[in-house]
Nanobody, 125 residues
Framework: VQLQAFGGGLVQTGDSLRLSCTAS????????VGWFRQDPGKEREFVAA????????FYADSVKGRFTISRDNAKNTVYLQMNSLKPEDTAVYYC???????????????????WGHGTQVTVSS
């Protein structure tokens, strides 16, 4: 599975962005898809995950109520809608996928086999 994340940009506090994660090879249909982010000098952190095509969805506490993960299976794409953006949301955002990931592992980047290149999100104050 070849993943690509895009949709980042420079926005102001309170603005919205929608990130997309597409699979150029393979399908995301049965995979668990997660979003992670990394700010320079910090560890990569979990943002959100759609476990096995929507059977369960999880968010980091820092984004709960502001971010929404969703899928368009016809387009083989997973989205991360980000509303009410804050400067602390500034990071490179990555999507990841895995077909065999177990529920208890969704928070851990090491559990995902496939990663896309990141997309930069910068939120100015």
């Amino acid at each position: 599975v070849q993943l690509q994340a895009f949709g980042g940009g420079l926005v102001q506090t309170g603005d919205s962005l929608r990130l997309s994660c597409t699979a150029s090879e393979g399908t995301l249909g049965r995979a668990t898809v997660g979003w992670f982010r990394q700010d320079p000098g910090k560890e990569r952190e979990f943002v959100a995950a759609d476990f096995r095509r929507g059977s369960s969805i999880f968010y980091a506490d820092s984004v709960k109520g502001r971010f929404t993960i969703s899928r368009d299976n016809a387009k083989n794409t997973v989205y991360l809608q980000m509303n009410s953006l804050k400067p602390e949301d500034t990071a490179v955002y990555y999507c990841a996928a895995d077909e065999n990931l177990i529920l208890s592992s969704i928070w851990y980047e090491g559990a995902y086999d496939y990663w896309g290149h990141g997309t930069q999100v910068t939120v100015s104050s």
